[in-house]
């Protein structure tokens, strides 16, 4: 299976670089399954369920987020709405599965694609980032319960260091693990010694002319004043920020990872 993942998709500017060039990708790069992380999918801040199924729409399979997932709050009645289908588009947006577990939504999802089974899994570091529970022993429960061989997990964390000790830990029982958060794509990505395919972050798919994502002038403003300000989104030196991940469909290891920027 060759799979696509796409960094943070960021506002208008990344939804809209996913449009224009998504489909060209899947077809040059033979892809059978695109995953995104789609976190700041709303203006930089969280996603609705009219913008879910906008990505759904463009082929894009399952949706990640992270610490943004509830910056929209009618992000919980459209989670609530897949009570009961295990593959309507609403159970297809994930949140990270290590957060509390009296919260709406899941954080993983097993589907087929081309007669393969695999395991979307979405969790969140603790480094640096608002509290959850551990998500390395989390990711021991989970690997016990799920029944694919392909599972490709987006780790959605903050420090370098908590983000490569996760993919060593789970290197072997996994496909992939593929960051995210950061917004800068990392040059580190690599198979690992057990068959896991890895990269510390996918960068975001959004506008890079900005502080991640977000207008430039407004972010030095805030680190010069510190006074609260409104965050708009930026729009200029937009990318797709990408990686893809060919894996054994047999074992579910990973023989592939190749970083992908298109402008
Ligand atoms: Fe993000
Ligand atoms: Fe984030």
Redesign the pocket.
């Known amino acids: 299976m060759r799979i696509l993942f796409i960094g943070?998709i960021f506002g208008r500017p990344g939804r809209t670089i996913v449009r224009e060039r998504l489909s060209g990708m899947v077809k040059t790069h033979r892809i059978d399954l695109v995953i995104a992380?789609g976190?700041?999918a709303a203006a930089g801040f969280g996603i609705t369920g009219p913008l879910a199924e906008e990505l759904f729409d463009l082929g894009i399979e399952v949706l990640t987020t992270?610490n943004?997932v509830w910056d929209k709050r009618e992000i919980i009645d459209y989670l609530q709405m897949a009570d009961g289908n295990p593959h309507s588009p609403a159970r297809r947006l994930l949140r990270p599965a290590n957060f509390p577990q009296n919260l709406p939504g899941w954080g993983v999802y097993e589907g087929q694609k081309n007669g393969a089974g695999y395991a979307v899994v979405n969790l969140q570091g603790r480094v640096f980032m608002g509290s959850s529970d551990d998500p390395f022993r989390y990711a021991d429960r989970l690997l016990e319960q799920i029944k694919s061989k392909i599972v490709f997990v987006d780790f959605h964390a903050e420090a370098t260091s908590e983000k490569i000790a996760f993919g060593w830990y789970l290197d072997g029982r996994v496909t992939a693990v593929v960051g995210?958060?950061t917004?800068i794509p990392t040059a580190d990505e690599t198979i690992l010694s057990k068959g896991t395919a890895y990269i510390t972050d996918v960068g975001?798919t959004g506008p890079y002319d900005s502080v991640i994502g977000v207008k430039k002038e407004l972010v030095v403003e805030k680190f010069l004043n510190g006074m609260p300000a409104r965050f708009e989104p930026a729009s200029g030196d937009v990318r797709l920020c990408a990686v893809l991940v060919q894996c054994d469909d047999a074992t579910g290891k990973a023989t592939r990872i190749e970083r992908l920027m298109i402008k």
């Open positions: 943070d992380n976190e700041n992270g943004h995210t958060h917004h975001m």
